[in-house]
């Protein structure tokens, strides 16, 4: 089981996710200690988190906005260099060619070595949201490297051919190789998660969950705290 090592070529990395919350949620205390090395970070939300709401007292346009605010909360937090959101609606998102464009091109715009997203293949995951979010997120890694992939998009001002070399999947419990100790920032992980304030009313009491899944994630490596990932090999 590799550790922090893991990212240590790491240089600007990327974050596929569905739903604002779930980069903080799934690798946030991670990307924190990439950052504090000077690692930029970028985070793509394909959908809106417009049904993140279990009371239904909201209307949905009014709650993507609350999500979209609490996500730029939750980026300063965690000092992310810019936040994408692709405004699907959420419960709706399909791996389709569309989606699997729009990734590519901020593969493209950003310059990104390296890929976090959820992984599509963990037979657990019961969200369809995450699930297709981590498949687009792969598919568009090789077209993002083609030139004649939607040549469009390499007219756009600083973009170049997709520069993705690795990629760590997230959510996954298919013999994950790389266990990130993360207790020491596990304050400011929990702060960016409580920046999702609709989703997260009782503050760390709604967090109750998380601190249970990153403790289990802790226990191989001994540690109080830490972040799974799965490591594909990718060319
Ligand atoms: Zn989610």
Not at 15 to 34: F, M, R
Not at 65 to 80: D, K, N, P, Y
């Amino acid at each position: 089981m590799k550790g922090l090592e893991a990212f240590e070529d790491v240089k600007r990395a990327i974050v596929v996710a569905a739903h604002p919350d779930d980069l903080e949620c799934c690798c946030s205390g991670t990307l924190l200690q990439l950052i504090a090395r000077g690692v930029e970070v970028f985070s793509v939300n394909c959908t809106l988190g417009d049904i993140g709401d279990s009371e239904g007292r909201l209307r949905r346009p009014a709650l993507a906005e609350t999500r979209l605010q609490e996500t730029e909360s939750a980026a300063r937090v965690l000092g992310l260099v810019d936040t994408y959101n692709l405004g699907h609606h959420d419960g709706e998102l399909v791996a389709n060619l569309d989606l699997r464009a729009a990734i590519a091109r901020l593969y493209r715009i950003t310059q990104a070595d390296t890929l976090f997203t959820f992984d599509p293949y963990w037979a657990g995951q019961i969200h369809p949201d995450h699930r297709a979010a981590g498949q687009a997120a792969l598919d568009a890694y090789m077209p993002s490297k083609m030139p004649l992939y939607r040549p469009e998009q390499l007219r756009e001002p600083g973009a170049g051919l997709g520069k993705l070399q690795r990629v760590f999947l997230f959510s996954t419990d298919r013999d994950p190789d790389v266990a990130v100790d993360i207790t020491a920032a596990y304050p400011v992980k929990l702060a960016a998660c409580m920046a999702h304030a609709s989703q997260f009313p009782k503050g760390e009491e709604s967090l109750t969950w998380l601190k249970e899944m990153d403790g289990r994630g802790g226990e191989p490596i001994g540690v109080e705290y830490a972040e799974l990932f799965k490591q594909m090999n990718v060319w």
